[in-house]
């Protein structure tokens, strides 16, 4: 990695002494070259790939195990996969917990487990005994009955001390609304779910989601390839498992005509306020770089319009930001801010206008170029941390992208035009049909949202439709 | 190596000879005084190509007067409006044009801003700072509509958000008296009564070159580097000295018990605070070891008991907050179920008593170290990190920039009984606030 400032332009200005000309900024060194190193891969015989980023700036290693399993459809049993998840942080059937957690905190070492998968963090010396507790909590869990019951029972405490935590339920009731409360997309688990949960079903689950099948295994930081291979090899190798399919999901439509959906929050004091619509853009897809320049103009930062109208003009909101996503099932497109209750219908307002005006014209050239800086700049700010490459390593093994997608990322952004973000702004981000979400206090903004001329749905905060909450569509 | 010199206005710049690859952890440093009293503090580390460039001022809400809280806060968003030579709304556009990151964030004791940029954009980095600090545009536009926002801010942060407000009821009660009894959030009412002359007025006083330190990390060349901060930092006037607040705690002598409702939680919590001294106390690390012993990991003391075994509790922590002329150490504990917030006070007072009573096992000891040792690994990871805590030690431990790679040292010349005598010190049931948390409201 080489990076530099040139002699002659640092001289120049500083022999000038005071007469620095502070009004304008300064001109930067050239673009510092950018070298991402590969990592080291290799395969277990069970299947399982190994990646090594060896990084020895810091005496700490981590070790992350990811099984790609996709999203699962969990039904009347919604919260299964993620009790299945918290299960495995309850000891093994080598270690109870309490011998389990004594021995990680012992060399102050971070093991996490959830339903797709578990990580181990530690310095260096502690590292192998860190690794090995990993590898024991996710092929070897007890899944006590009292450890279940416990558990059970605190997530159901758990959901009810999110009940009136406006930003908890906004983000659950837009998935829900978004993609239908049945999908695996959509559903959340409830009091009710949790508690037809038995012990059974924790143990189905870990058979068919913790395997070594479409496992990805990382090693980050002061650790030689060797090393990781031994380890892998010594604690992972032997592991056998079901196989998993990756899920393919069904489309979910967007409403034919937009419509507003409030969800009352009546201790609110502000509302969350989602605008979105879902996309279908699957990884590599070419439209996604001028789509990730569209999106940063929208509503990348403080930068953006949705900032600088919301927050900078306005003074609606803390923050607007807007969302985008590739991924091998559905995804979404959302605007959002969270805004003081009596300016939820000024707010709408203006994110829908900003939103059509990237539809309908062009960007300038001025906010392409500085779109294309800011990514240009984040990639190399990316190389700060070691497992910036792991992340794009792995991204490219589970979504089959070509070798050299990372290598190539900043020549695919700046090739992106004006044209390409208009075509594809109309394209992912809906205006006629899509989704006005609003989780806030009904009775302050029911009567301001009505105005707006869309229809207006009214849930509860289980993102079930209101009995008796016709639709009002105003003339 | 730990160069410390100074530059005069007649004296040559220094070549510094910088030394090679750092040993592992040990964080190496330039650092001198411009003219105007800027302090400046500058890391190279060439591993990647970023550097970070962040000034910190020593301001926070401790130095507000009690009729205009929420100041120093309300400038962190102010400084964002532009300079005489940088235009309204363009200041973050800049930085990210530019391909860099930056934001900020304040305290009870100071205020740190900071950018990011790829290494070749330094310049840009010192330019935007020095513009802020030497000219920046304070008029009623931006009050006005930063007015606004911080309102947004609060509602998002505070008045939305469940249990929220337990850090301003115990506060309140802690520091009674004190400029710690206010939250850097503060209130909106003050906002909306402070004139624009005020507002200007807490700038000169404050954001002045002798009250701040220019703190910069990553991919630099240090001769150039202290070049360029002389051109852009020396014109800065110096301002008037500050002095900072003496903060006086009224000692708590009889348990304060107090009760407060939250209209955005179901489940209640019991809250415990204890008034402590401030961060550069050597108790105040025995402190953090204590509240480690009970509640860093699943294995600690009070995780284990109230949340394993006796399934009690769906949350319980301990916490040492450390602040430059004071501190608090907390615990709370969010009841699994239908426990009575009585039942959970009485377990994590046992919890205290013991520790007390008894040393805690050499094998406990040796946790907390290796947990000291973890943390002090991970807290200096990134450039903009280490700038951080560059210019936190210098500002809060007497101007010892060089504390960042003796912190670790100081916490393990710590004994077992430094920690039993400081829970027999400062954790007295007399001694402490105990807030009921109930939901209502």
Not at chain 1, 389 to 410: E, G, H, M, P, V
Not at chain 2, 107 to 136: A, C, I, K
Not at chain 2, 302 to 308: E, G, P, S
Not at chain 2, 327 to 348: K, V
């Given at each position: 990695?080489?990076?530099?400032?040139?002699?002659?332009?640092?001289?120049?200005?500083?022999?000038?002494?005071?007469?620095?000309?502070?009004?304008?900024?300064?001109?930067?060194?050239?673009?510092?070259?950018?070298?991402?190193?590969?990592?080291?891969?290799?395969?277990?015989?069970?299947?399982?790939?190994?990646?090594?980023?060896?990084?020895?700036?810091?005496?700490?290693?981590?070790?992350?195990?990811?099984?790609?399993?996709?999203?699962?459809?969990?039904?009347?049993?919604?919260?299964?996969?993620?009790?299945?998840?918290?299960?495995?942080?309850?000891?093994?059937?080598?270690?109870?917990?309490?011998?389990?957690?004594?021995?990680?905190?012992?060399?102050?070492?971070?093991?996490?487990?959830?339903?797709?998968?578990?990580?181990?963090?530690?310095?260096?010396?502690?590292?192998?005994?860190?690794?090995?507790?990993?590898?024991?909590?996710?092929?070897?869990?007890?899944?006590?009955?009292?450890?279940?019951?416990?558990?059970?029972?605190?997530?159901?405490?758990?959901?009810?001390?999110?009940?009136?935590?406006?930003?908890?339920?906004?983000?659950?009731?837009?998935?829900?609304?978004?993609?239908?409360?049945?999908?695996?997309?959509?559903?959340?688990?409830?009091?009710?779910?949790?508690?037809?949960?038995?012990?059974?079903?924790?143990?189905?689950?870990?058979?068919?989601?913790?395997?070594?099948?479409?496992?990805?295994?990382?090693?980050?930081?002061?650790?030689?390839?060797?090393?990781?291979?031994?380890?892998?090899?010594?604690?992972?190798?032997?592991?056998?498992?079901?196989?998993?399919?990756?899920?393919?999901?069904?489309?979910?439509?967007?409403?034919?005509?937009?419509?507003?959906?409030?969800?009352?929050?009546?201790?609110?004091?502000?509302?969350?306020?989602?605008?979105?619509?879902?996309?279908?853009?699957?990884?590599?897809?070419?439209?996604?770089?001028?789509?990730?320049?569209?999106?940063?103009?929208?509503?990348?930062?403080?930068?953006?319009?949705?900032?600088?109208?919301?927050?900078?003009?306005?003074?609606?909101?803390?923050?607007?930001?807007?969302?985008?996503?590739?991924?091998?099932?559905?995804?979404?497109?959302?605007?959002?801010?969270?805004?003081?209750?009596?300016?939820?219908?000024?707010?709408?307002?203006?994110?829908?206008?900003?939103?059509?005006?990237?539809?309908?014209?062009?960007?300038?050239?001025?906010?392409?170029?500085?779109?294309?800086?800011?990514?240009?700049?984040?990639?190399?700010?990316?190389?700060?941390?070691?497992?910036?490459?792991?992340?794009?390593?792995?991204?490219?093994?589970?979504?089959?992208?070509?070798?050299?997608?990372?290598?190539?990322?900043?020549?695919?952004?700046?090739?992106?035009?004006?044209?390409?973000?208009?075509?594809?702004?109309g394209k992912y981000f809906n205006y006629n049909n899509m989704r006005i979400i609003v989780t806030g206090r009904a009775e302050d903004v029911l009567s301001g949202l009505r105005k707006l001329g869309y229809a207006v749905k009214q849930f509860d905060r289980f993102a079930d439709p209101l009995p008796g909450s016709a639709s009002v569509v105003k003339e | 190596m730990n160069v410390k010199f100074f530059i005069g206005g007649s004296m040559a710049v220094f070549l510094l000879g910088f030394m090679g690859k750092a040993i592992a952890q040990k964080i190496e440093f330039n650092e001198y005084d411009l003219d105007n009293g800027l302090h400046v503090i500058l890391h190279r580390d060439n591993s990647a190509p970023v550097v970070a460039v962040s000034v910190m001022y020593h301001v926070g809400s401790k130095n507000e007067d009690p009729a205009r809280t929420g100041f120093a806060h309300f400038f962190e968003h102010l400084l964002f409006e532009g300079s005489d030579n940088i235009r309204r709304g363009e200041f973050m556009k800049l930085v990210s044009a530019n391909g860099g990151q930056n934001?900020?964030?304040?305290?009870?004791?100071?205020?740190?801003?900071?950018?990011?940029?790829?290494?070749?954009?330094?310049?840009?980095?010192?330019?935007?700072?020095?513009?802020?600090?030497?000219?920046?545009?304070?008029?009623?536009?931006?009050?006005?509509?930063?007015?606004?926002?911080?309102?947004?801010?609060?509602?998002?942060?505070?008045?939305?958000?469940?249990?929220?407000?337990?850090?301003?009821?115990?506060?309140?009660?802690?520091?009674?008296?004190?400029?710690?009894?206010?939250?850097?959030?503060?209130?909106?009412?003050?906002?909306?009564?402070?004139?624009?002359?005020?507002?200007?007025?807490?700038?000169?006083?404050?954001?002045?070159?002798?009250?701040?330190?220019?703190?910069?990390?990553?991919?630099?060349?240090?001769?150039?580097?202290?070049?360029?901060?002389?051109?852009?930092?020396?014109?800065?006037?110096?301002?008037?000295?500050?002095?900072?607040?003496?903060?006086?705690?009224?000692?708590?002598?009889?348990?304060?018990?107090?009760?407060?409702?939250?209209?955005?939680?179901?489940?209640?919590?019991?809250?415990?605070?204890?008034?402590?001294?401030?961060?550069?106390?050597?108790?105040?690390?025995?402190?953090?070891?204590?509240?480690?012993?009970?509640?860093?990991?699943?294995?600690?003391?009070?995780?284990?008991?109230?949340?394993?075994?006796?399934?009690?509790?769906?949350?319980?922590?301990?916490?040492?907050?450390?602040?430059?002329?004071?501190?608090?150490?907390?615990?709370?504990?969010?009841?699994?179920?239908?426990?009575?917030?009585?039942?959970?006070?009485?377990?994590?007072?046992?919890?205290?008593?013991?520790?007390?009573?008894?040393?805690?096992?050499?094998?406990?000891?040796?946790?907390?170290?290796?947990?000291?040792?973890?943390?002090?690994?991970?807290?200096?990871?990134?450039?903009?990190?280490?700038?951080?805590?560059?210019?936190?030690?210098?500002?809060?431990?007497?101007?010892?920039?060089?504390?960042?790679?003796?912190?670790?040292?100081?916490?393990?010349?710590?004994?077992?009984?430094?920690?039993?005598?400081?829970?027999?010190?400062?954790?007295?049931?007399?001694?402490?606030?105990?807030?009921?948390?109930?939901?209502?409201?």
């Amino acid at each position: 990695m080489v990076a530099f400032l040139p002699e002659a332009v640092v001289a120049q200005r500083v022999k000038a002494g005071n007469a620095i000309d502070r009004t304008r900024p300064p001109k930067p060194g050239p673009a510092p070259v950018i070298e991402i190193g590969d990592p080291v891969i290799y395969t277990l015989q069970n299947g399982i790939k190994v990646l090594v980023v060896e990084n020895h700036k810091a005496p700490k290693i981590t070790a992350t195990y990811f099984i790609d399993r996709g999203p699962v459809l969990e039904g009347e049993k919604a919260g299964v996969t993620a009790l299945m998840g918290s299960m495995l942080s309850e000891g093994t059937t080598k270690h109870s917990k309490d011998e389990f957690y004594a021995a990680a905190d012992q060399i102050s070492s971070e093991i996490s487990f959830s339903e797709t998968g578990g990580s181990a963090v530690a310095i260096s010396r502690f590292f192998d005994q860190s690794f090995a507790l990993l590898a024991e909590g996710l092929q070897q869990p007890s899944f006590l009955e009292a450890a279940f019951a416990k558990l059970k029972s605190q997530m159901i405490t758990g959901l009810k001390s999110n009940e009136k935590n406006v930003k908890v339920v906004a983000d659950l009731v837009q998935q829900a609304i978004l993609y239908g409360k049945n999908t695996a997309m959509g559903e959340f688990p409830t009091a009710q779910s949790l508690g037809g949960l038995n012990l059974n079903d924790v143990n189905e689950m870990y058979r068919q989601g913790i395997t070594p099948s479409r496992g990805y295994l990382t090693f980050v930081g002061d650790i030689t390839p060797e090393k990781a291979k031994e380890l892998a090899e010594k604690y992972f190798a032997e592991w056998k498992g079901v196989s998993i399919t990756y899920p393919v999901i069904p489309p979910v439509d967007n409403p034919s005509a937009t419509e507003i959906d409030l969800v009352d929050m009546p201790n609110a004091v502000q509302s969350e306020i989602a605008v979105a619509n879902l996309i279908s853009l699957k990884p590599g897809n070419p439209d996604y770089f001028p789509l990730l320049i569209a999106n940063n103009i929208l509503g990348g930062g403080a930068e953006a319009r949705l900032f600088k109208n919301l927050r900078e003009k306005h003074g609606f909101t803390y923050g607007a930001y807007s969302e985008i996503g590739a991924g091998r099932n559905q995804t979404s497109f959302k605007a959002r801010a969270g805004v003081r209750n009596e300016k939820t219908d000024s707010a709408v307002t203006e994110i829908l206008r900003e939103i059509q005006l990237m539809r309908t014209e062009k960007i300038s050239d001025e906010e392409l170029k500085n779109a294309k800086a800011l990514y240009n700049g984040n990639f190399a700010l990316g190389t700060e941390n070691p497992g910036t490459i792991a992340r794009y390593t792995t991204d490219i093994l589970i979504n089959n992208l070509s070798k050299d997608y990372y290598c190539t990322y900043l020549q695919k952004v700046n090739a992106v035009t004006a044209d390409d973000v208009l075509r594809v702004s109309g394209k992912y981000f809906n205006y006629n049909n899509m989704r006005i979400i609003v989780t806030g206090r009904a009775e302050d903004v029911l009567s301001g949202l009505r105005k707006l001329g869309y229809a207006v749905k009214q849930f509860d905060r289980f993102a079930d439709p209101l009995p008796g909450s016709a639709s009002v569509v105003k003339e | 190596m730990n160069v410390k010199f100074f530059i005069g206005g007649s004296m040559a710049v220094f070549l510094l000879g910088f030394m090679g690859k750092a040993i592992a952890q040990k964080i190496e440093f330039n650092e001198y005084d411009l003219d105007n009293g800027l302090h400046v503090i500058l890391h190279r580390d060439n591993s990647a190509p970023v550097v970070a460039v962040s000034v910190m001022y020593h301001v926070g809400s401790k130095n507000e007067d009690p009729a205009r809280t929420g100041f120093a806060h309300f400038f962190e968003h102010l400084l964002f409006e532009g300079s005489d030579n940088i235009r309204r709304g363009e200041f973050m556009k800049l930085v990210s044009a530019n391909g860099g990151q930056n934001n900020a964030n304040t305290t009870f004791d100071r205020t740190y801003y900071y950018e990011v940029f790829p290494s070749n954009q330094l310049e840009l980095g010192l330019w935007l700072e020095s513009e802020r600090m030497l000219h920046p545009v304070i008029n009623e536009t931006g009050v006005s509509i930063q007015r606004e926002v911080v309102k947004e801010e609060k509602r998002q942060r505070v008045d939305n958000q469940p249990y929220a407000r337990i850090i301003n009821n115990v506060f309140s009660g802690v520091f009674a008296g004190t400029p710690y009894r206010w939250q850097p959030i503060g209130s909106m009412d003050h906002l909306n009564q402070a004139k624009l002359d005020e507002f200007t007025g807490f700038f000169k006083k404050f954001y002045v070159p002798n009250n701040a330190v220019l703190s910069i990390s990553g991919d630099i060349d240090i001769e150039k580097t202290i070049a360029l901060v002389k051109a852009y930092f020396g014109e800065i006037p110096k301002g008037a000295t500050v002095s900072q607040q003496v903060v006086n705690v009224t000692p708590i002598t009889n348990t304060i018990i107090d009760t407060a409702y939250d209209a955005n939680i179901q489940l209640p919590a019991i809250v415990g605070a204890y008034q402590t001294p401030g961060m550069t106390s050597k108790d105040a690390r025995a402190l953090e070891l204590l509240a480690g012993v009970l509640s860093n990991g699943a294995s600690s003391r009070l995780n284990k008991k109230m949340i394993d075994e006796k399934k009690e509790a769906l949350k319980v922590e301990a916490l040492s907050l450390s602040l430059e002329s004071a501190g608090a150490f907390i615990f709370y504990a969010i009841p699994n179920g239908y426990i009575s917030l009585n039942t959970l006070l009485e377990d994590i007072s046992s919890e205290i008593k013991e520790l007390q009573e008894h040393l805690i096992s050499e094998k406990d000891f040796e946790k907390l170290m290796n947990q000291a040792e973890n943390k002090y690994v991970a807290a200096n990871a990134r450039n903009n990190d280490v700038a951080e805590n560059l210019a936190s030690a210098y500002t809060f431990f007497n101007r010892q920039t060089n504390h960042v790679n003796t912190a670790l040292e100081e916490i393990r010349a710590m004994t077992r009984e430094d920690i039993r005598n400081a829970a027999r010190k400062y954790l007295n049931d007399h001694q402490r606030l105990v807030l009921y948390y109930l939901p209502g409201r």
